[in-house]
């Protein structure tokens, strides 16, 4: 059975007006409007491609009313949303969670239960599931008696009743301590016809942890890492088996932490392409929540019919201590590797894991990302060997060779000495050609620049200060530094002083690594005095497209990578 998309609906009270719920849509005061809004929420569900959605009553349901008929649920609330199930375009999933298990429901469990009999028993629309929480079920043998009558056992059909239980176990902080007990409580209750397990995820590995439970457990069953760290376990729950994954219909609805919305997961993720073969890729580094690289990648994928998924991976990094990092890098990329069932086969690797990734395994390519000192790609062969390479290196080359700028007769200059600029300066030298290094901090450029010339015989790098810039005699310049960069340092800035270089060639090129914005300060005043460029997003796709055929052994479609990237920045 394929793994099902649920789309969560938390009711709204009061609702709130949204025009993605179709035209003019202004719902009425109350429950009421709860309900008409969260009925627009699931045609819109359904038209994304959800399978089923889960109505989440809790922060709407106030249990008994109060007063002489104290016990008796009240005969509006119980009609509403007896028309929610009814008028529902998709399958239910029916959840009242309590706040002591990360809800908004605060009252008594024998009013939801009561609730529960109303919309499960003797209905002509029940929910298809009842998702009840295991410390609930289990707290008392009269609450879980009740229960049970809300319910169909897998193995035994009452007359009126069709409603399956989902007994869940939820833990915002971590793995629980005593998971695998109440994971055993719940393959045991014969009531139970789908175990669901989530909790926060601390790291990647989590994510195995809960692909293991996928494919040890006797009933179908749902688990799922929450936060930026579990979003692999919700999009690779196919490859598992399990029983549904949860996507929120737009961002801002999530019910839980780390949901993807249901565009992502079908569209960017091509979550229904997911299979037990899939491999798995993705880009290493701390943080990667903003990378086009899935967008790109994955959108190759299906351009070529490769059976992959790339995925952020987010691996911690702790900026004042570079042993825990690396500590952090190597458990977490070696759990990956040696994690068979995962079909892990590659990796971008951007800041700060670019050097701790240069000792995954031996160098593929022309150029040893040890003499960098960063690589920027893993790759796993079919016989497990592992492979390193840095393909900024070669995009470099690649987009400057191609304006005719790069060999024995030209001199480049590079600005800043980070692991770009190391990069850059690396793969140029192996051409022959001569590179000025400027930066700020005169010392880091020249360390730098002894280092490659005692690995490079070809090519000469020498070390300028930055102020020498407005007077270089170059063919080229190439920005390494994060000047000019939407979020950086100094994003107004311009990394090449080109207004105080007047006598500058008009042949010559600029080239700035910085993609985003695509035309940075630099790049526009180069436009502005008539000299030829090459933006960040040309070396981005360059080096993505490096990687890409690394993974498949097939050309990458490379102007499909640069339409997406730059109508994504444009946006």
């Known amino acids: ?56 009553i809790d922060s709407v349901f106030e249990g008994a009313e109060q007063g002489p008929d104290a016990d008796e649920l009240d005969a509006y609330t119980v009609a509403e ?3 929610l199930l ?26 939801r239960v009561a609730l529960f009999e109303k919309l499960c028993c003797d209905t002509e629309h029940p929910p298809a599931y009842l998702d009840v929480e295991l410390a609930a079920y289990t707290r008392s043998a009269n609450l879980r008696q009740k229960i049970n009558l809300c319910v169909t056992h897998p193995k035994q059909q009452r007359k009126g009743v069709t409603t399956r239980l989902i007994l869940s176990t939820h833990d915002f902080e971590g793995r629980p301590a005593d998971l695998d007990r109440r994971l055993l409580a719940m393959y045991e209750e014969p009531a139970c016809a789908v175990v669901k397990v989530a909790y926060r995820a601390r790291s990647l590995r989590d994510n195995l942890d809960l692909f293991e439970i996928l494919r040890e457990s006797p009933k179908p069953t749902i688990a799922l890492g ?84 790339y995925l952020p991976l987010p691996i911690l990094a702790d900026e004042h201590d570079a042993t825990v990092t690396a500590t952090s890098f ?68 690649e987009l400057l060779t191609g304006r005719g700028v790069c060999g024995a007769d030209c001199r480049i200059g590079i600005v800043g000495a980070g692991g770009v600029a190391k990069a850059a300066a690396y793969a140029l030298l192996q051409t022959g050609t001569t590179v000025v290094l400027y ?55 311009l990394s090449i002083p080109i207004p105080d270089m007047p006598n500058i060639d008009e042949n010559t090129v600029f080239f700035d690594t910085v993609y985003n914005p695509i035309e940075t300060p630099m790049l526009k005043a180069a436009k502005e005095h008539g000299f030829r460029t090459i933006d960040g997003v040309e070396m981005f796709v360059r080096q993505a497209a490096a990687q890409f055929e690394l993974w498949t052994g097939k050309g990458a479609p490379v102007q499909l990578f640069d339409r997406l990237v730059r109508e994504k920045l444009g946006s």
């Not at 086969?345 to 040893?368: C, M, N, Q, W, Y």
């Open 1 to 56: 059975m394929p793994t099902l998309v649920c789309v969560p609906i938390m009711l709204e009270h009061p609702p709130v007006a949204d025009p993605a719920r179709g035209g003019d849509f202004a719902p009425e005061p109350g429950l009421a409007g709860a309900v008409t809004a969260a009925l627009a929420d699931a045609a819109l569900a359904k038209q994304k491609g959800a399978d089923l959605v889960e109505f989440r």
């Open 81 to 83: 949303f007896r028309r």
């Open 86 to 111: 009814a008028e529902s375009p998709l399958p239910v999933i029916l959840t009242c969670r309590p706040t002591w298990e990360g809800g908004e429901y605060d009252g008594d469990d024998s009013d």
């Open 226 to 309: 929450m936060g930026e760290f579990g979003l692999t376990s919700r999009v690779l729950a196919p490859k598992f088996h399990g029983f549904l994954t949860f996507a929120s219909l737009r961002d801002q609805a999530a019910t839980a932490p780390g949901q993807p919305t249901i565009d992502d997961l079908l569209g960017l993720y091509r979550f229904r392409k997911i299979g037990k073969e899939t491999r798995l890729y993705g880009v290493i580094g701390w943080p990667v929540g903003h990378s086009l690289s899935p967008l790109i990648h994955n959108a190759g994928f299906d351009e070529i019919g490769w059976d992959g998924v």
């Open 330 to 397: 190597n458990a977490t990329v070696n759990a990956l590797a040696d994690e068979l069932a995962l079909s892990f086969e590659g990796a971008s690797v951007t800041i700060p894991h670019k050097e701790h990734a240069v000792r995954f395994g031996s160098p593929s390519g022309l150029r040893d990302p040890s003499l960098i000192g960063a690589a920027n790609t893993l790759t796993l062969d079919p016989n497990r060997e592992r492979h390193t390479a840095n393909t900024d290196a070669d995009a470099i080359v």
């Open 439 to 493: 930066n700020r901090t005169i010392r880091r450029a020249e360390s730098m620049a002894d280092e490659l010339n005692a690995n490079n015989p070809t090519g000469k790098i020498v070390a300028a200060e930055l102020d020498l810039l407005p007077r270089a005699c170059c063919h080229a310049f190439v920005n390494c530094t994060p000047v000019g960069m939407i979020g950086g340092p100094d994003p107004e800035g």
